[in-house]
């Protein structure tokens, strides 16, 4: 049972120790250059540890062992259905340490205690427990040939895989990866991003005592521009399966272009359009929902859907309902389960985040509600929930994703106008439509071009349907057994029985 008082917490977190050193072929290990990066929680500033800080000879120690691994079967050639039991070892285990994983969430990137422990955790154990159990029940196919032919078309894995993750969601973004490369036989390197390492580390001690085989999982902590671009530019790393800014994914093209042309899936940013229609029944659940969605994770979403498409007609009620919500989500003490908006990440980003608070100014959008930073007497990132109010698409705001508690109310004249505006970005991750239209909720959603649209609800999620995106989004899928295939070539054998 996860604590329900602060005070439990912060006494978890006085006594709470991390992993610190690099995991490679089944050992914690320094990294080569014995050299390590500096871990500052954005909650109060405190210094959480100082860890590893791999570079390309660590890079070329896990790929090598990966590649052992592979080679020799001791994971890729195990039956699926005993992939399937260690994984779900794994699953048991991070649940019974679901406490320690979520307060190194919440100390390590800010968010509030209630979201790690209620929606991080839970989900990433949902998430190896599901392909764990999907991976003894996918078939490979046989053709319809002529008879004198037995053609099999089988899926087999990549080999050595390479995770590359984000930070707003450590674990679970590094879960979706993990879990159906793993399953489907492959060695893989999870490479976390250098704001939320701790939980990655902690996850390696839990895959030994899984029965996960060395060399088969590693983790290198590190710089992305040292150890993830190593890993892009690695000639024996056969995929690169990243998350994170749009302008990273692009780097990625060209590290594989660079080297080996290893396969890519890229899961990137977003500017979520999110239209209310004056056709949906209660305006005010609509606005509540949205509003709760943008500021859910500190607005650290790549699916926040920053950009209120709202019609004229009822503008004034969805911006009323939009500044009482971002009430409720006054920042508050991380730790403490009542908190419902953390911190943002660090004082890098937080500072980036306000500076779209002086561009919205400058261009003329109205700010109905936050705005400024606050809680600094803590030596922490806060920044108040904000609402940007009549907006135009082609503002900074609109266009640049932000990344924090932000959003943007555009109005709009009819239907038409809202879908122009929706797809008038480069980005195509998440949007939504509220109507009690049939027709236009069709027609409306089939027009987005966008990976995921929700009609009359936002951010539902299941394991079983994909997540990504179209444009610059990125391309692949994560979750349900689409991600299968990502990790998987086609393999066609043709028998000659004549
Ligand atoms: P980021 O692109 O800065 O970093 C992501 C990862 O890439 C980190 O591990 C980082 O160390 C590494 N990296 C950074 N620069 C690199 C380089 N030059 N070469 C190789 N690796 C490098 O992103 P972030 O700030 O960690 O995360 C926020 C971004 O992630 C947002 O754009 C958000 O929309 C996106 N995101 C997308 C999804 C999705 O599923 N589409 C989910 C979560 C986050």
């Known amino acids: ?106 100390l390590d990137m800010g968010k509030p205690i209630a979201d790690s422990t209620a929606i991080d955790i839970p989900a990433v154990a949902n998430c190896f427990d599901w392909y764990a159990e999907a991976i003894d029940k996918v078939y490979d196919e046989i053709a319809p040939t002529a008879q004198s032919a037995l053609a099999l078309i089988a899926r087999e894995p990549l080999g050595v895989v390479a995770a590359v993750v984000p930070w707003n969601f450590p674990l679970l973004m590094a879960a979706w990866k993990l879990a159906p490369a793993l399953a489907t036989g492959n060695s893989v390197i999870l490479k976390p991003s250098e704001r939320s390492s701790l939980s990655a580390l902690h996850l390696a001690e839990l895959a030994i005592e899984a029965g996960i085989p060395a060399g088969v999982f590693n983790v290198l902590p590190g710089l992305g521009s040292q150890t993830g671009r190593a890993l892009g530019l690695h000639m024996d790393v056969d995929g690169l399966f990243f998350t994170g800014s749009t302008a990273v994914g692009k780097a990625f093209m060209e590290y594989s272009a660079r080297s080996n042309l290893k396969k890519l899936g890229l899961e990137l940013g977003g500017k979520s359009p999110n239209i209310i229609l004056a056709s949906y029944r209660d305006t005010k659940h609509a606005a509540r929902t949205s509003a709760g969605s943008a500021f859910f994770n500190q607005g650290e979403m790549c699916t926040c859907p920053s950009r209120l498409i709202v019609e004229n007609s009822i503008h004034d009620e969805v911006v009323e309902t939009l500044v009482e919500v971002a009430r409720d989500f006054a920042p508050g003490n991380p730790l403490d389960p009542k908190t419902t908006m953390g911190a943002l990440v660090d004082e890098h980003h937080a500072t980036g985040v306000l500076e779209f608070v002086e561009s919205a100014k400058d261009e003329g959008a109205d700010i109905a509600t936050g705005g400024t930073r606050v809680r600094t007497e803590t030596g922490g990132c806060y920044v108040q929930p904000t609402v940007f109010d009549n907006v135009k698409n082609h503002m900074k705001i609109a266009r640049q994703e932000i990344f924090g508690p932000m959003l943007s109310v555009i109005p709009v004249e009819n239907v038409e106008e809202a879908v122009q505006v929706a797809n008038d970005t480069c980005y195509g991750l998440a949007s939504a439509v509220w109507t009690d239209d049939l027709t236009t909720a069709h027609n409306v959603s089939k027009r987005i071009r966008a990976g995921m649209v929700y009609v009359n609800c936002y951010d539902c999620d299941d394991m079983s349907v994909p997540f990504g995106g179209y444009k610059q989004s990125g391309f692949g899928r994560d979750k349900s057994l689409h991600a299968l295939e990502k990790y998987t070539e086609l393999k066609t054998t043709w028998i000659n029985i004549s």
Do not use: Y
């Open 1 to 106: 049972m996860a604590p329900n008082m602060l005070k439990d917490w912060e006494r978890l977190a006085g006594t709470i120790s991390f992993r610190t050193d690099a995991f490679i072929d089944g050992a914690f290990v320094k990294s080569a250059s014995e050299r390590t990066f500096a871990s500052l929680s954005p909650i109060d500033g405190r210094h959480l540890a100082d860890i590893a800080c791999c570079d390309e000879e660590d890079v070329n120690r896990a790929v090598n062992s990966a590649r052992r691994a592979f080679e020799d079967g001791r994971w890729s050639a195990r039956a699926p259905v005993e992939r399937k039991k260690t994984l779900q070892n794994l699953a048991r285990l991070i649940r019974k340490n679901a406490n320690e994983l979520a307060l190194t969430e919440t």
